[in-house]
């Protein structure tokens, strides 16, 4: 699958069904500062960003006037390691918009597609 122009048309690695998706260690979460306290949480004894609509919640989606929307990741200069660790274009940015494919091409509806990656 082609690469996007930019991850701002793409952000098929922020979503997911998963409640344990991105996980938040000590550092991340001191990292995260007051943000940690609204976007992050425990489940069990291991912190995960939260999950809203299927996607992280830090993930925000902002409608532009050609159609669709962009995917803009609210805490990016703060994000957590994994998310700093998934480099654009390698294998596993791949992966991720093969297993996703639709976010890059069309608008999300939050409502219409379930995500199981
Ligand atoms: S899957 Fe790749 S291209 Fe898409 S937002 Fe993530 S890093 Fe960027
Ligand atoms: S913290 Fe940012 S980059 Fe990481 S999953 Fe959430 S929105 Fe995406």
């Avoid at 992050?40 to 809203?52: E, L, Q, S």
């Avoid at 050609?66 to 992966?95: K, M, N």
Wanted: aromatic residues 6%; charged residues 20%.
């Amino acid at each position: 699958m082609e690469l996007p122009e930019d991850c701002l048309r793409c952000g098929a690695c922020c979503f997911s069904a998963a409640i344990r998706y991105v996980p938040v260690t000590g550092a991340d979460w001191s990292r995260l500062g007051r943000d940690a306290e609204h976007l992050a949480h425990f489940i069990g004894n291991r912190a995960y960003m939260k999950m809203t609509d299927h996607h992280c919640a830090a993930l925000e989606l902002r409608a532009v006037s050609e159609g669709g929307c962009t995917y803009f990741c609210t805490i990016y200069a703060h994000r957590p390691q994994v998310c700093r660790d998934l480099e654009r274009a390698s294998p596993q940015c791949a992966g991720e918009r093969h297993v996703k494919p639709s976010l890059a091409t069309v608008p999300r509806d939050s409502s219409s597609t379930i995500l199981n990656a």
